[in-house]
């Protein structure tokens, strides 16, 4: 199949620091052509995901992110570019509502954030048209209403990430927060559970717009100390060494997560997650083998002393089975070859 990608401008391909979706992105592009599938993306001019690229926008629009102009301008050059494909798998908000001008061209869409009011009411005046991907059960549980082709839960390459022993770092052991800097990710949780439970925590978490700089000036910053150290958005080098040195990934989510990267990645070092069973984490954490499902702040204190009872290879064992790009690519195909047939 000759297929097509666009990505969202606001980020490369793959991202350099924070970006789940571009991740995401980069994976399918990869996957895709290593199953001999000839595939274009398109997405901003400073990416490097090895596959044949495209681009109107030299670098990625992150300061001007959610803006109309730049995202409509790329999307209207992608599908220019696309149009002569099999099949173009958009994962922009704009471009599904663009895709119309397009009547011949088969484009499905993948929705990367939560079933809100708002989306649900975008994605429901298309769903009859461009067929939808969602990335977990909860996330489609949100919006039941709104027509959903197929759940598939995303994956990555094992291969591109190091195996820690979760011994720490040369201060001693850790537990790693990552992610944004805002309420509903819960920085200011992890400081609290990991101060419980008598172990440092370090975060690396985006902080960018206005928003996250206000929480973590109002809830964040005043908790820090020696033992919890906040290190800024890192590289995705520098992510990896600290997801590997991790005894556990802190992931104390108090919202409707339609799926959460950061939990396969710290899996995929062999690194166990605590996670509260909200969104699709009870869809991705194996409670009492990779990680455990807590119901509270209290219950995740406890269950950083019972991580002697996980094995860091069942972790691993778990991205390299079911969470892998392999699969993730794989069910992708079949519902490109229903719709083309």
Same mark, same amino acid.
């Given at each position: 199949m000759r297929i097509g990608l666009i990505a969202p401008p606001w980020t490369p391909i793959p991202p350099k620091l924070y970006g789940g979706i571009e991740l995401v992105v980069d994976q399918l592009a990869r996957?895709?052509?290593d199953a001999g599938h000839d595939? *274009?993306?398109? =997405?901003?001019?400073?990416?490097?995901? &090895?596959?044949?690229?495209?681009?109107?926008?030299?670098?990625? !629009?992150?300061?001007?992110?959610?803006?109309?102009?730049?995202?409509?301008r790329?999307?209207?050059? =992608?599908? !220019? +570019? *696309?149009?002569e494909c099999d099949v173009v798998?958009?994962? /922009?908000?704009?471009?599904p509502f663009y895709a119309e001008h397009y009547p011949d061209l088969p484009v499905v869409t993948t929705i990367h954030? %939560?079933?809100?009011? $708002?989306? /649900?009411?975008?994605?429901?005046?298309? +769903?009859?048209? #461009?067929?939808? #991907?969602?990335?977990?059960?909860?996330?489609?549980? =949100?919006? %039941?209403?709104?027509? #959903?082709?197929?759940?598939?839960?995303? @994956?990555?390459?094992?291969?591109?990430? %190091? #195996?820690?022993?979760?011994?720490?770092?040369? $201060?001693? %052991?850790?537990?790693?927060?990552?992610?944004?800097?805002? &309420?509903?990710?819960?920085?200011?949780? +992890?400081?609290?559970? =990991?101060?419980? +439970?008598?172990?440092?925590?370090l975060m690396a978490a985006k902080m960018r717009e206005p928003q996250e700089m206000q929480y973590f000036a109002d809830q964040v910053e005043p908790l820090l @100390?020696?033992?919890?150290?906040?290190?800024?958005?890192?590289?995705? $080098?520098?992510?990896?060494? *600290?997801?590997?040195?991790?005894?556990?990934?802190?992931f104390p989510i108090r919202w409707n997560e339609p799926f959460g990267m950061v939990m396969i990645e710290a899996m995929a070092c062999g690194t166990p997650v605590l996670a509260f069973p909200e969104g699709a984490a009870p869809e991705v954490v194996d409670d009492g083998k990779t990680g455990f499902l807590c119901d509270d702040e209290a219950a995740m204190v406890e269950a950083i002393g019972r991580l002697g009872d996980l094995k860091r290879s069942d972790c691993r064992l778990s991205v390299e089975g079911y969470f892998s790009t392999n699969r993730m690519v794989a069910e992708h195909i079949e519902l490109f070859e229903t719709l083309l047939h």
């Open positions: 996957g895709l052509q595939v *274009l993306l398109y =997405a901003t001019g400073d990416s490097t995901c &090895p596959v044949p690229r495209d681009w109107i926008l030299p670098e990625a !629009e992150g300061m001007r992110i959610g803006m109309a102009v730049p995202e409509i790329h999307v209207i050059h =992608a599908y !220019e +570019a *696309l149009c798998h958009d994962h /922009t908000v704009m471009g954030g %939560p079933f809100n009011e $708002e989306l /649900t009411d975008l994605y429901r005046a298309i +769903a009859n048209r #461009v067929p939808i #991907v969602a990335i977990s059960h909860a996330q489609r549980r =949100a919006a %039941p209403d709104v027509a #959903v082709a197929r759940v598939i839960h995303h @994956g990555v390459d094992a291969d591109q990430f %190091p #195996v820690g022993d979760g011994s720490g770092d040369a $201060e001693g %052991p850790y537990v790693l927060f990552l992610g944004r800097m805002n &309420p509903e990710k819960g920085a200011h949780r +992890a400081i609290a559970i =990991a101060r419980a +439970a008598g172990i440092r925590v @100390g020696a033992d919890a150290v906040y290190l800024g958005e890192v590289s995705h $080098e520098r992510k990896l060494e *600290l997801l590997a040195g991790a005894s556990a990934l802190v």
